[in-house]
């Protein structure tokens, strides 16, 4: 969701040679696409692993104070490491000495002079495989001592359920007006997500059209989502102002999650007959974009900061009148900070150039499109994704 990048976190590599040309070699090496520390001996690697919890050890056989053999004997005892992938380093080729190694719990064995190349293929591999085990160890310890597999099961058709039951509270149809077409699509990155859109039936031709991006993914935003598109059509029933509405969602979060747990969040008042916002507010979110029928470009300024953060912040609410032939993009920003390969990002200046090319098509036509461009784009859907496109017509 919101800060893709802060999210990502590199896997840890310990190495523990006491040759200094072999740590700097791997340390170079290794240093761009994981995070690693370097120990001298098997004592000073008992020590780091206190503080610093590898996915994978680099673990070099003779070495002085405590050799290779005595470490791994040591780190299999740890609980957190019982199954941590173990490559061991040598410049023995004996075959006993191999033995040894797999005797005592290294997983695979590595001769000295090795090849940079073949050695971080096989670190790739277990360290790709570990990742899911470790994600099944968790689930199996926040899960309980006792669970089967059928538990297992049985969680995963849940969480099914629980996507079908998201995606069911996302509206499929939209206001039907002479002067406005709408469209809008909900895509998460996980099994359920923490975006969410809502049109809600207002006063007479009135509809209150909302977007919103909870910090993070998964279960917990989503959560957070139902929680809040709950209140926002509870308090709408109640007829507060929409500035209102948005310090009790801000309040709520602050005083019942806490967290670090925010959402950004646009939403408004349309009145299709006079074609206009009579109330808008947005709250830390994107601004979206508006084309003109001229493919100028502008956009709907923030008009408060993201909810849930701070306790004491100021919320306005703005307006704006559509002109015929205005297009409003509402948007998260799994879509500009899609990310092909690394630092290459769909982009705002991207995004913007697509709506303007299918401007002339309907809102739902739009959205189809776009997905696909997304889709083609890249595969490595990483944030939820969600769109809220609504047109005015030239009647």
């Given at each position: 969701?919101?800060?893709?990048?802060?999210?990502?976190k590199k896997q840890k590599i310990l190495i523990v040679d006491d040759e200094e040309v072999f740590r700097k070699l791997l340390f170079?090496?290794?240093?761009?696409?994981?995070?690693?520390?370097?120990?001298?001996?098997?004592?000073?690697?008992?020590?780091?692993?206190?503080?610093?919890?590898?996915?994978?050890?680099?673990?070099?056989?003779?070495?002085?104070?405590?050799?290779?053999?005595?470490?791994?004997?040591?780190?299999?005892?740890?609980?957190?490491?019982?199954?941590?992938?173990?490559?061991?380093?040598?410049?023995?080729?004996?075959?006993?000495?191999?033995?040894?190694?797999?005797?005592?719990?290294?997983?695979?064995?590595?001769?000295?002079?090795?090849?940079?190349?073949?050695?971080?293929?096989?670190?790739?591999?277990?360290?790709?495989?570990?990742?899911?085990?470790?994600?099944?160890?968790?689930?199996?310890?926040?899960?309980g001592n006792d669970a089967s597999e059928a538990d297992i099961d049985l969680l995963g058709h849940d969480l099914k359920a629980a996507?079908?039951?998201?995606?069911?509270?996302?509206?499929?149809?939209?206001?039907?007006?002479?002067?406005?077409?709408?469209?809008?699509?909900?895509?998460?990155?996980?099994?359920?997500?923490?975006?969410?859109?809502?049109?809600?039936?207002?006063?007479?031709?009135?509809?209150?059209?909302?977007?919103?991006?909870?910090?993070?993914?998964?279960?917990?935003?989503?959560?957070?989502?139902?929680?809040?598109?709950?209140?926002?059509?509870?308090?709408?029933?109640?007829?507060?102002?929409?500035?209102?509405?948005?310090?009790?969602?801000?309040?709520?979060?602050?005083?019942?999650?806490?967290?670090?747990?925010?959402?950004?969040?646009?939403?408004?008042?349309?009145?299709?007959?006079?074609?206009?916002?009579?109330?808008?507010?947005?709250?830390?979110?994107?601004?979206?974009?508006?084309?003109?029928?001229?493919?100028?470009?502008?956009?709907?300024?923030?008009?408060?900061?993201?909810?849930?953060?701070?306790?004491?912040?100021?919320?306005?609410?703005?307006?704006?009148?559509?002109?015929?032939?205005?297009?409003?993009?509402?948007?998260?920003?799994?879509?500009?900070?899609?990310?092909?390969?690394?630092?290459?990002?769909?982009?705002?200046?991207?995004?913007?150039?697509?709506?303007?090319?299918?401007?002339?098509?309907?809102?739902?036509?739009?959205?189809?499109?776009?997905?696909?461009?997304?889709n083609s784009f890249s595969s490595n859907k990483s944030d939820d994704v969600t769109l809220v496109f609504i047109k005015r017509n030239?009647?």
């Amino acid at each position: 969701m919101i800060s893709k990048s802060a999210s990502v976190k590199k896997q840890k590599i310990l190495i523990v040679d006491d040759e200094e040309v072999f740590r700097k070699l791997l340390f170079s090496k290794l240093k761009d696409g994981y995070e690693v520390e370097i120990a001298f001996d098997g004592v000073e690697a008992l020590k780091k692993v206190k503080y610093f919890k590898a996915d994978l050890f680099l673990v070099d056989r003779m070495m002085p104070n405590m050799n290779g053999v005595e470490l791994i004997k040591n780190l299999r005892q740890i609980p957190e490491f019982t199954g941590t992938p173990i490559i061991m380093l040598t410049a023995r080729d004996q075959i006993k000495d191999k033995v040894q190694g797999f005797e005592v719990g290294a997983d695979d064995y590595v001769t000295k002079p090795f090849n940079l190349l073949e050695l971080t293929s096989r670190i790739e591999s277990f360290l790709k495989k570990s990742k899911k085990t470790k994600y099944v160890s968790t689930l199996l310890s926040t899960l309980g001592n006792d669970a089967s597999e059928a538990d297992i099961d049985l969680l995963g058709h849940d969480l099914k359920a629980a996507s079908t039951i998201q995606l069911n509270l996302m509206p499929s149809s939209f206001p039907q007006n002479d002067k406005f077409d709408f469209g809008a699509r909900m895509i998460p990155a996980k099994i359920v997500g923490g975006d969410f859109y809502d049109f809600i039936p207002f006063e007479n031709d009135k509809v209150v059209i909302c977007l919103g991006d909870v910090s993070g993914k998964g279960i917990t935003a989503a959560l957070l989502m139902i929680m809040i598109r709950t209140i926002i059509r509870v308090l709408l029933a109640e007829k507060l102002p929409l500035v209102d509405i948005c310090q009790k969602i801000n309040a709520m979060l602050i005083r019942d999650v806490g967290m670090g747990k925010f959402v950004t969040m646009f939403i408004g008042i349309l009145n299709m007959e006079t074609g206009r916002f009579e109330s808008y507010v947005n709250a830390g979110h994107l601004p979206p974009y508006i084309i003109k029928e001229n493919m100028s470009v502008t956009s709907l300024d923030t008009t408060a900061p993201f909810l849930g953060a701070f306790p004491d912040i100021e919320i306005t609410a703005s307006s704006y009148c559509f002109d015929k032939g205005d297009f409003l993009a509402i948007y998260t920003d799994g879509i500009t900070e899609l990310e092909q390969e690394s630092n290459v990002f769909f982009g705002e200046e991207k995004f913007i150039e697509l709506l303007k090319r299918l401007y002339k098509l309907a809102p739902e036509e739009i959205i189809e499109k776009t997905v696909e461009e997304l889709n083609s784009f890249s595969s490595n859907k990483s944030d939820d994704v969600t769109l809220v496109f609504i047109k005015r017509n030239n009647k």
